[in-house]
């Protein structure tokens, strides 16, 4: 039967389905992730005010902007991370943990998003609020501890000062008193992570879309290179001729063959025509007496010529099998319309080789032997030059002879071969 031939739509369709289905599958299967995101408002305080001068706040010397980039670079620092592992109770690093935060501005706003991820919607909104929270405490402890020293220190200046001098540390001293106890000013939670009620990867659309996709490139190498392969491929310059080429040249293959096989048997009777021919010469030579009581000339030159015929009938059967066989593939080749033949029938008495297989004998060199080594056999040289004349017809270009005609080279070239 024969094989459907895979075309590149098929090949493409094929691919990207399987990709598409493969990456649907992995979606179905693959451990759900969880986001909570929480918010920070950051509020910087004045770059010229020098009241905060030494507390280490935010400052909005560069925009309100450039205080909550700051701020978003704060919550992914390591000291965080370890705080938040301690505060959760996490068997983890600080590092990995890191992996599943991630503090962006949001838009052109002073609003830091605290996005937390993980197994769970409940874990994905601890690690969000936990991260906030730590970033807050941090920056409030070291603000109360500095903000402590500043205080201490004014009180000591406005014991010694005088006049406006006094009256500015102590508007300073009242506001820095005032905060005292309270958190970072220029930090505040703007809103608190919840636990997400649907996972947020794998996104199953997303997946298929990039299966579908790489099918979808997989498909086309493997098109552009079946393309190439058959464009180099003899077979294929006859499987895909769509114009019934491959049939018309199937069908002029078994008309030369038939024409080759008529002529081939009509010379094979003319052969044993001639060959009984000679027969009867030679008996009636036989019942002719001579005057030694030897043989006639005629009678010895007639049994070699009989010897020959008797050796171009026995070709001649030998290449008409040969040709029965090659019709044989060709009518098969035809009616099953394979681009390349199909197993050989059964084989007909005598050598059943296709031709121009490649033998193990070369017709040029068998005339060099013949022409170097024949005077050493002048009985046999009318027989030799006889076959060499009859294998031209079978030779290649090169002339390499087909392997079918291997024994019979073998057995009439013996004595040059040995």
């Known amino acids: 039967m024969r094989a459907p031939r895979i075309t590149p739509w098929l090949l493409v369709a094929t691919l990207t389905a399987a990709g598409a289905a493969a990456a649907g599958g992995y979606a179905l299967t693959a451990p759900k992730r969880y986001r909570a995101t929480a918010a920070i408002l950051v509020s910087p305080v004045s770059a010229a005010d020098p009241t905060f001068v030494g507390l280490g706040l935010l400052r909005d010397g560069s925009g309100r902007r450039a205080a909550a980039a700051s701020a978003a670079d704060l919550v992914t620092t390591p000291q965080v991370a370890d705080a938040v592992r301690v505060?959760?109770?996490?068997?983890?690093?600080?590092?990995?943990?890191?992996?599943?935060?991630?503090?962006?501005?949001?838009?052109?706003?002073?609003?830091v998003q605290v996005t937390g991820e993980a197994g769970t919607g409940v874990g994905a909104a601890q690690i969000a609020n936990a991260f906030v929270?730590?970033?807050?405490?941090?920056?409030?402890?070291?603000?109360?501890s500095r903000l402590?020293?500043?205080?201490?220190?004014?009180?000591?200046?406005?014991?010694?000062?005088?006049?406006?001098?006094?009256?500015?540390?102590?508007?300073?001293l009242a506001v820095l008193r005032s905060l005292q106890g309270q958190p970072d000013p220029t930090l505040r939670r703007a809103s608190t992570a919840t636990a997400p009620t649907s996972a947020s990867s794998p996104d199953a659309l997303e997946l298929v879309l990039v299966g579908a996709g790489a099918g979808l490139v997989v498909a086309a190498a493997l098109s552009l290179l079946l393309?190439?392969?058959?464009?180099?491929?003899?077979?294929?310059?006859?499987?895909?001729?769509?114009?019934?080429?491959?049939?018309?040249?199937?069908?002029?293959?078994?008309?030369?063959?038939?024409?080759?096989?008529?002529?081939?048997?009509?010379?094979?009777?003319?052969?044993?025509?001639?060959?009984?021919?000679?027969?009867?010469?030679?008996r009636a030579l036989e019942g002719r007496p001579t005057a030694s009581g030897e043989p006639a000339d005629d009678s010895r030159l007639?049994?070699?010529?009989?010897?020959?015929?008797?050796?171009?009938?026995?070709?001649?059967?030998?290449?008409?099998?040969?040709?029965?066989?090659?019709?044989?593939?060709?009518?098969?080749?035809a009616q099953s319309k394979q681009p390349q033949?199909?197993?050989?029938?059964?084989?007909?008495?005598?050598?059943?080789?296709?031709?121009?297989?490649?033998?193990?004998?070369?017709?040029?060199?068998?005339?060099?032997?013949?022409?170097?080594r024949g005077g050493a056999h002048p009985q046999r040289a009318e027989e030799w030059s006889s076959y060499l004349y009859f294998l031209r017809d079978y030779a290649s270009a090169d002339g390499s002879l087909p392997s079918s005609f291997d024994a019979l080279v073998e057995e009439t070239f013996e004595p040059l071969l040995t």
Request: no cysteine; proline share 5%; net charge negative.
């Open 87 to 111: 505060q959760l109770g996490l068997h983890r690093s600080g590092a990995s943990l890191l992996h599943d935060v991630q503090a962006t501005v949001a838009g052109q706003s002073d609003v």
């Open 133 to 144: 929270d730590a970033l807050i405490a941090q920056r409030t402890a070291g603000f109360q």
């Open 148 to 172: 402590a020293s500043a205080v201490g220190r004014d009180q000591q200046l406005l014991g010694g000062a005088t006049g406006a001098q006094a009256g500015e540390l102590a508007r300073r």
């Open 227 to 282: 393309a190439l392969v058959r464009r180099r491929s003899p077979a294929y310059d006859r499987t895909v001729a769509s114009d019934g080429s491959d049939d018309r040249a199937a069908e002029a293959l078994v008309d030369r063959l038939e024409q080759r096989l008529a002529a081939r048997e009509a010379a094979l009777a003319a052969r044993e025509r001639d060959l009984q021919q000679k027969i009867d010469e030679l």
């Open 341 to 372: 033949a199909p197993p050989p029938p059964a084989p007909e008495p005598g050598p059943a080789l296709p031709p121009a297989d490649g033998g193990a004998y070369n017709l040029t060199a068998l005339e060099r032997l013949v022409e170097e």
């Open 302 to 333: 007639l049994e070699r010529e009989l010897a020959l015929a008797e050796r171009e009938r026995r070709l001649e059967e030998r290449v008409a099998a040969v040709t029965k066989r090659e019709l044989a593939v060709a009518r098969a080749a």
